[in-house]
């Protein structure tokens, strides 16, 4: 006889050896995924027996993930800035490296004023919504647009606004980075694809699980921060802020890019693994 807490602990074994980040974590989830159950429920019903159709659900869930598929993927929900945001094949897993770009964003819009005040927003090659979704939930009279090449993409987006009530004060629109839009924003985050299209098959076998669209970052890498650099102008109002996310060890060479078209770069935020992760640029009140 097989109780839940026995398949808990056998699943976190298996995902231990198997050299899993957070084995016990894991294991937890996808149980509770298998079951139905909340973590709570989980504690109450531990010593129940599984029966046979329940072991079949998890050991399923066991294979996807030590085939590599994340655990946000297998259950179609991942927590970003304390966000649930649905996610599907065409969307990235949103990352924790990825709230560094949020706190660089709101530092800078803390230094400009308070965040109660009006402010347009713009996060292009949104994915999720999940950059503009949790700027939203900080800044209570932001209003803010979307844009993603994958209508698919933007349809999750979209989803992900509605179901945690930030869609009254988001749009959304199908295109590549900014060109579709008119400009005018106080502020523009972007997670651009940074990988060098060469890199792409020697990536750790969670990331390729992404779509190819959100990772491609052109032969060196920089194709999108290029992009970028050239509509910074036209998108971003004078004193206004663009947020780049960033490769590791792409600090150098994007801030060179952004500083050759005249903007001026702030200096980079660090993630947890101090790995330089998101860089500041902002316009100038005059041109240079």
């Known amino acids: 006889m097989t109780t839940i807490a026995d398949a808990r602990r056998a699943l976190a074994g298996t995902f231990r050896s198997a050299g899993l980040d957070t084995p016990d974590l894991d294991a937890r989830i996808l149980v509770g995924h298998a079951l139905g159950l909340d973590h709570t429920a989980l504690a109450a019903e531990a010593q129940r027996p599984l029966n046979a159709a329940e072991t079949r659900a998890i050991e399923a869930l066991e294979r996807r993930r030590t085939g590599g598929e994340p655990v946000a993927r297998i259950v179609g929900i991942k927590e970003f800035w304390g966000l649930p945001l649905r996610v599907t094949p065409a969307t990235l897993v949103p990352r924790p490296d990825t709230e560094t770009v949020v706190e660089a964003a709101l530092a800078a819009i803390d230094a400009g004023g308070s965040r ?5 927003l713009a996060d292009l090659g949104t994915g999720t919504g999940a950059l503009l979704l949790a700027l939203l939930s900080e800044l209570p ?17 979209r989803d992900n606004a509605r179901q945690i009530k930030l869609d009254a004060r988001a749009r959304f629109a199908v295109c590549d980075f900014g060109t579709a839009l008119r400009g005018g924003f106080d502020l523009v985050v972007v997670n651009p694809p940074y990988v060098a299209s060469g890199e792409l098959t020697t990536l750790p076998a969670e990331v390729r699980h992404d779509p190819q669209l959100a990772l491609d970052g052109g032969v060196d890498g920089l194709s999108a921060y290029r992009a970028l650099a050239a509509d910074a102008r036209r998108l971003v109002v004078p004193g206004g802020h663009l947020v780049v996310e960033l490769g590791a060890g792409q600090d150098a060479a994007v801030t060179t890019l952004f500083r050759t078209a005249g903007l001026e770069c702030l200096p980079a935020r660090p993630d947890l693994s101090g790995i330089a992760r998101a860089l500041p640029v902002r316009v100038a009140l005059m041109p240079p």
Do not use: E, M
């Open 116 to 120: 109660q005040r009006a402010l347009r």
């Open 141 to 157: 009279n932001a209003f803010g647009i979307a844009t993603d090449l994958s209508v698919a993409a933007l349809g999750v987006a």
